[in-house]
């Protein structure tokens, strides 16, 4: 199985400020088969990214996804007030599928 | 518009049994996959299993494997999740979600569609 992990746990930061959100494999995750969702107090996690780096529809440009092989990075350039919440990573390319623990994005 | 509607949220005591449903609407429920996904309070998410409606194949995870089983009836559009014995530690969220794309036993898509989520709650 292969275990994602997020980090920092938290990340407080101002909006207009730039968040970097990190997800790093046990193995590496083949072909970018790696997503990142939001997710909202109360409501269902929404798909941001999906293999590494393309962006779902509707995502906000300031939403971007790189890495490759077992370093992913989610990077939002300037924080608008909607988008604190908490990030989570997801690696569909090897069975079972697992997500990271999350990261949660707060106002300073 | 296409969605995915889930059943209401469960009280329900150990050991009863439970089954809880997802509706998709939109698209063609049976040429899409089905996943569901745990999220115990204040944790992450937990890929629980997928489902393929069209022939209701069917792969868990290791973890989930003999605790739940998965379902679908394709022709009212619903996939379903259920327990047998229920437990203390089964309370949490459930997701149902739409992977984007095809399925095996050994990979999947990403999850561009998400149900509601029900909240299951098992307390004596």
């Known amino acids: 199985e292969i275990v994602l992990t997020q980090s920092p746990g938290t990340l407080s930061l101002s909006p207009g400020e730039r968040a970097t959100l990190s997800c790093r494999a046990s193995?590496?995750?083949?072909?970018?088969?790696l997503a990142w969702y939001q997710q909202k107090p109360g409501q269902a996690p929404r798909l941001l990214i999906y293999?590494?780096?393309s962006r779902a529809t509707g995502i906000p440009d300031r939403f971007s996804g790189s890495g490759s092989g077992t370093d992913f990075t989610l990077t939002i350039s300037r924080l608008e007030p909607e988008d604190f919440a908490v990030y989570h990573c997801?690696?569909?390319?090897?069975?079972?599928?697992?997500f990271g623990g999350g990261t949660k994005v707060e106002i300073k | 518009e296409v969605q995915l509607v889930q059943s209401g949220a469960e009280v329900k005591k150990p050991g009863e049994s439970l089954k809880i449903s997802c509706k998709g609407s939109?698209?063609?429920?049976?040429?899409?996959?089905i996943a569901w996904v745990r999220q115990m309070p204040g944790k992450g998410l937990e890929w629980m299993g997928i489902?393929?409606?069209?022939?209701?194949?069917?792969t868990y995870s290791p973890s989930f494997q003999g605790q739940v089983t998965i379902s679908a009836d394709k022709s009212i559009s619903t996939a379903y999740l259920q327990w047998s014995s229920l437990k203390a530690s089964d309370t949490a969220m459930y997701y149902c979600?739409?992977?984007?794309?095809?399925?095996?036993?050994?990979?999947?898509?990403?999850?561009?569609?998400w149900g509601q989520g029900t909240t299951v709650t098992v307390s004596s």
């Open positions: 997801q690696q569909y390319g090897s069975s079972p599928l697992t």
């Open positions: 293999g590494a780096s």
């Open positions: 193995q590496s995750v083949s072909s970018s088969y």
């Open positions: 489902i393929y409606p069209g022939d209701s194949d069917t």
């Open positions: 979600a739409r992977p984007a794309g095809y399925c095996s036993s050994s990979s999947c898509s990403h999850l561009d569609v």
């Open positions: 939109g698209y063609n429920f049976t040429t899409y996959w």
